[in-house]
């Protein structure tokens, strides 16, 4: 059974840093692109960052550009996001999502794109 599960959520203070993991199981992340989206309550999801199969594009939403860093270590079949001088509006569910690489060497932040998803972890930034 394919399955990605989130982890590394939180409560945290503005400012602060959270890493995320995004954990495959019953399948091998190499041949697939990764994408990290959020939903604020009462907000659309959106698309915050991915990573492509071989780890050589990276893409981020301009709202988390200079302060998310997105990486994947394939051999632990694992996708991270490091996020940083974390704000207010950074809160959210954090969904790790999964596609078919099918040959394309570069990822977009379309979730309608992407064909497995985690259950989410939360995170929340309040002081």
């Known amino acids: 059974q394919l399955q990605l599960v989130e982890s590394g959520g939180g409560l945290v203070q503005p400012g602060g840093s959270l890493r995320l993991s995004c954990a495959a199981s019953g399948f091998t992340l190499d041949y697939y692109h990764i ?40 051999a632990k079949n694992t996708v991270y996001l490091q996020m940083n001088s974390l704000k207010p509006g950074d809160t959210g569910v954090y969904y790790c999502a999964a596609k078919p690489r099918f040959g394309l060497g570069y990822c977009r932040i379309l979730g309608n794109e992407y064909n497995y998803w985690g259950q989410g972890t939360q995170v929340t930034v309040s002081s």
């Open 35 to 74: 994408g990290w989206f959020r939903q604020a309550p009462g907000k659309e999801r959106e698309g915050v960052s991915c990573i492509s199969s071989s780890d050589s594009y990276t893409y981020y939403a301009d709202s988390v550009k200079g302060r998310f860093t997105i990486s994947r270590d394939n």
